[in-house]
């Protein structure tokens, strides 16, 4: 969220330096800011007995932060030599300047862990992603797909394995709320809620920022790639539902889980398609078939991993169309793209201040998700068009210029 991540440097045959901007990027960053509000704003579900999902909870729960995630690897591929991976003094350069800024965010993220608010912040857990990552930054984009592969594979096994396992520790290693500078105090449960039992587990997360690695080493300025990344994650993120579909339904999962569970009126029918956060994923193998959002399963990181390929393609080909008719299309997503720590912090700021409280009068929480939407996109057009950073982008900016041995300037 922190990376701008866009004005990429060519060269023409005559060796004069253009500028490729690939504005899908940022775009596509705006879009996962507006779902993640809506998920923060809006219900998930109905208020019925069987909660039945919202269009909300459908379409964005678990999906719009995943594609944060793939964004951030592909911001980080971007701004670490784009399809050539950074070697040597170049890479330890990357590595100190990721470093500084995931600081800079996971010190923003421990402080917003004390607001009174009812929403997951991601934010420790995307700096510690960066950290996570960094031994990976210099590999090569096969290399990065077959281990993104495998973490896909491997990683939400380990954490059926071993996340009942640090339930069971007195005290239990899960914070149940937003990590804060207090629970620093508190190594174990902070770390085990940060890796494992928490909202945004990096355990399986970190296929995310593999993935998206991984994408960002690909050739994006030319036409074929977007194209592949539409055609590729739409086939994964379908495949993926299906293949839970079957396992769930035709064989017979959700029954055994219902059984488990001992509550014939349980409303997991309705979990299994918005949200599984919170909930007791042990007991039965059958929970590593769910594709449910926040699952955190092999289905569920490959199904959101799929459509974030598949909305990053398509942002980057609407980027395309806007250039060929010469009219900025993305002009207010990507500006918001391009602000979105800044952005992200004030949304969570100003539901703080409605928590807890009644709404003025004449105001409903559908009004409230759509002004935040409208302030979201005016800024992040007006920043964009003058082409400046936000304030927490140009913290994050220059720690990773303090990082890599230059002055960050102050655009």
Not at 379 to 405: D, I, K, M, V, Y
Request: some cysteine.
């Amino acid at each position: 969220m922190t990376s701008r991540g866009t004005a990429i440097p060519s060269r023409t045959a005559g060796g004069k330096a253009v500028a490729a901007r690939l504005t899908g990027v940022d775009a596509a960053r705006g879009l996962a800011l507006l779902g993640m509000m809506a998920t923060h704003v809006l219900p998930t579900f109905e208020s019925d007995a069987q909660l039945t999902p919202t269009w909300v909870g459908l379409a964005f729960s678990g999906r719009a932060s995943a594609l944060f995630a793939v964004l951030a690897g592909i911001g980080l591929a971007l701004s670490t030599g784009r399809e050539r991976p950074p070697e040597g003094t170049e890479l330890w350069a990357a590595r100190r300047g990721i470093a500084l800024r995931a600081l800079v965010v996971g010190a923003v993220g421990f402080s917003l862990g004390g607001l009174d608010v009812n929403i997951a912040v991601i934010l420790v857990h995307y700096a510690l992603l960066f950290l996570c990552v960094l031994p990976f930054l210099g590999l090569r984009p096969r290399q990065l797909w077959t281990l993104a592969a495998a973490w896909l594979l491997v990683t939400p096994i380990l954490a059926y394995l071993l996340r009942p396992w640090l339930l069971a520790a007195e005290p239990p290693l899960q914070l149940g709320h937003n990590p804060g500078w207090e629970d620093l105090a508190t190594p174990a449960r902070l770390f085990g809620d940060l890796f494992l039992t928490g909202y945004y587990p990096v355990l399986q997360w970190l296929a995310y920022l593999l993935i998206g690695l991984a994408i960002g080493r690909l050739a994006l300025t030319t036409a074929a790639v977007p194209v592949l990344l539409l055609a590729a994650g739409t086939l994964a993120a379908v495949g993926a539902k299906w293949l839970s579909q079957v396992l769930m339904e035709d064989w017979g999962g959700r029954a055994a889980l219902q059984e488990q569970l001992g509550d014939p009126a349980y409303p997991l029918a309705s979990l299994l398609q918005v949200n599984l956060a919170g909930i007791n994923q042990s007991g039965s193998a059958w929970w590593l078939a769910s594709s449910a959002p926040h699952s955190g399963t092999t289905l569920d990181l490959l199904h959101t991993s799929g459509v974030a390929a598949a909305v990053v393609g398509l942002c980057l080909l609407l980027g395309r169309l806007g250039e060929w008719i010469q009219l900025d299309l993305l002009l207010p997503l990507r500006g918001a793209g391009a602000l979105t720590l800044s952005l992200y912090t004030a949304h969570l700021c100003v539901m703080a201040s409605l928590s807890g409280h009644p709404l003025p009068a004449g105001w409903s929480v559908e009004g409230v998700f759509w002004a935040q939407v409208v302030a979201v996109l005016i800024l992040g057009s007006a920043f964009a068009a003058l082409s400046w950073r936000g304030p927490l982008e140009w913290a994050g900016h220059a720690a990773s210029g303090l990082g890599r041995g230059r002055r960050a300037g102050l655009r």
